[in-house]
Each structure stands twice: as structure tokens, then as C-alpha cells.
């Protein structure tokens, strides 16, 4: 009976190949952090060529071992190719276990999650009490210049040029409570433009923030090994932005008022080191490269050499040895 050509042992060489690729993508994602270009192209492209180069790497020596095991002529040649092809192997998985490359890496970063996860929630909190922060500033200046129009008002007959500089009009013949809330409203809108909050097409300033928070503390906390990396690269940008706007919505002063502009102390742990300063494997690392090696090589240990191979490495009777 003829073998089939692709059995189940070449499926799970196909398999550890791939699932090796996989943990070698995650692992240059995480050694690549920060970095725009890998390999010359995009940060995501560049390390999904580096997983896939070395599964092909490991499945081609493997599967081209098995085949060259199985042979049916050329024997002797075919014999040392696939001593080749094993010792290349051999050297792939000697080298891909190495501390410097991506599969081990991956498990370094892994058994730093914990305190990834910690400083990564304490920057999102900080950057979710910004809006916080930023309304109750908002709100005491309010009160604050709501009371000194009041107050100029009150004294306008005692010292007029108060009452100039807060903007009041004396013979408009508007009266003073309804210049006030007119200058209520317009420091409001400054403080609060229509671009700072929409809750119905939650597109304002305070929505986007708030969902992409929300959005990375959750990929934060679940731990998704793909999405941890573009939280640790825009954290910090996408939160200056944000306190950016803030402070140029304060920077609109009204008639009269002495307001400081918003401030806000943004604080950010260091994280990008968890991911790319690189140690010795961890024993599960070296654990999963044995498993993978055995796993990736297992369709050529249980192939069968064929039958008359055997004697081509041995003497026939008749063959006079000199």
C-alpha cells in the first residue's frame, strides 16, 4: 500500500511549524515595540515576514527530511541531503532558542505581564481623571467669574472702569442680571465648545478619549498580546493630545477675567522596557522549543525508509570487499 503523500504526522509538522511561527510574530511584536518600519515595511507586515520565514525555515528542513527518508532511488545521495537537512534543522532550533530572537521573548515578556498590566491601568486612570479634573477646573472658574460679575456690577457706580473692562454696557439698556447671564453662557460655550462633548455621535474630545480608554483597559486587563503593544505606544501620545486641547479650551479668556490656564500633571510609567530588554530563555521557553523540535521532526522519525535503501549501504554477497 502506497503511503499518502501528506499524512496526519505532516499535518502536525505543518502545525508546530506554524504555532512556532506564531510565538516567534508575537515575540518580535513585542521586541519591535515603538518601532514604525520592521524589515523595511510596516511594524505588524515586517513581523508577520519574520514568523512566517521561520516556519517555512522549520517546516521546509523537516518536511524535506521526511521526503528524502522515503525515497525510492538515488539512496546515497539522497541520504546525505538529508543529514543536511536534519543538521540545518538542528541549527534553526539551536539558534531561534537563543535569548535575542522572538520565540523566547515572547515567554520573557509573558512572565512580566503582571507588573505590564499594573503600570499600563495606572497611566489609563490618569489619563481618565484628566476630563475629570479638567470640568472642575471649569467649574470654580465659572463660579469664581460669575461672582466677580456680580460683584463689579453691584459696584459699577463706585468704580466704573470695572465695570468697562468686565464688558457691561450701561446704555445698552440691557440690564445687568441678563449681561451676566449672557456672559455666563459665552464662558461656558469657551469652556465647553460643542467639539468637546458629543454624546449622540460620540466624535467630541471627551468621547474619543474615553472609548479608546475604555478600549485599552480592556485589552489591558484581558492581556491580547497583539493589541498590548499599540496601547503602550499611544498611551502617552494620545493623552498629551487630549491635555493639549484642554489647555487650549482654557487659553480663551473672557472680559475682565484673571483665570490661569488649565494644568494637569501627566505621569507615566516606563513600560516599553518590559518588552524589549531581553534575558536568558525562562525554562518554559526552553520547555516549548524541545516539545516544538520533537513535534516539528515527528512525521520524519515515524516514516519508514524504504526497504531497499537498507542495502545500498551494505555489502552484497557477491560484492568482494578489497
Known amino acids: 500500500m502506497n503511503q499518502s503523500k501528506f499524512s496526519l504526522a505532516d499535518v502536525l509538522t505543518a502545525l508546530a511549524s506554524l504555532a512556532f511561527g506564531f510565538v516567534c510574530f508575537l ?37 524535506g527530511a521526511k521526503l ?3 525515497t525510492s532511488r538515488n539512496f546515497k545521495t539522497c541520504r546525505v541531503w538529508e543529514r543536511v537537512l536534519l543538521v540545518l534543522f538542528t541549527l534553526f532550533a539551536v539558534f531561534f532558542a537563543t535569548k535575542t530572537t522572538p520565540f523566547p521573548h515572547f515567554f520573557t515578556v509573558e512572565a512580566r505581564k503582571s507588573e505590564i498590566i499594573d503600570k499600563l491601568q495606572k497611566s489609563i486612570r490618569k489619563a481618565e481623571n484628566m476630563f475629570t479634573e479638567y470640568e472642575s ?29 468686565y464688558g457691561f ?36 474630545i471627551k468621547e474619543v478619549a474615553a472609548n479608546w480608554l475604555h478600549e485599552a483597559n480592556s485589552i489591558t486587563r484581558r492581556w491580547k498580546r ?19 486641547n484642554l489647555v487650549r479650551l482654557s487659553q480663551v479668556h473672557e472680559f475682565g477675567e484673571e483665570a ?25 521557553a526552553i520547555g516549548f522549543s524541545v516539545l516544538a523540535y520533537v513535534l516539528m521532526l515527528f512525521s520524519w522519525y515515524v516514516t519508514k525508509r524504504n526497504t531497499r535503501a537498507e542495502g545500498a549501504f551494505t555489502t552484497k554477497p557477491y560484492e568482494v570487499i578489497l
Open 27 to 63: 515575540g518580535a511584536n513585542f521586541l519591535n515595540i515603538g518601532n514604525e518600519k520592521v524589515w523595511g515595511m510596516s511594524h505588524i507586515t515586517g513581523c508577520v515576514v519574520i514568523s512566517v520565514c521561520i516556519s517555512a525555515l522549520f517546516f521546509s528542513t523537516a518536511y
Open 260 to 284: 490661569t490656564d488649565f494644568e494637569y500633571a501627566q505621569s507615566f510609567d516606563e513600560v516599553k522596557s518590559n518588552f524589549t530588554i531581553v534575558e536568558n530563555p525562562t525554562e518554559l
Open 169 to 204: 454696557s450701561g446704555s445698552s439698556g440691557v440690564s445687568d442680571d441678563s449681561q451676566i447671564d449672557t456672559k455666563m453662557f459665552t464662558v461656558h460655550a469657551d469652556l465647553f465648545p460643542t467639539n468637546y462633548s458629543d454624546s449622540i455621535a460620540q466624535k467630541g
Open 226 to 244: 497583539i493589541g498590548i503593544v499599540g496601547v503602550v505606544n499611544d498611551i502617552e501620545k494620545n493623552s498629551n493630545q487630549w491635555l493639549d
Open 137 to 165: 477646573y471649569a467649574a470654580k472658574r465659572e463660579n469664581l467669574y460669575k461672582h466677580n460679575l456680580q460683584r463689579v456690577a453691584t459696584l459699577k457706580n463706585i468704580n466704573p472702569p470695572d465695570y468697562t473692562n
Open 68 to 70: 528524502l527518508k522515503r
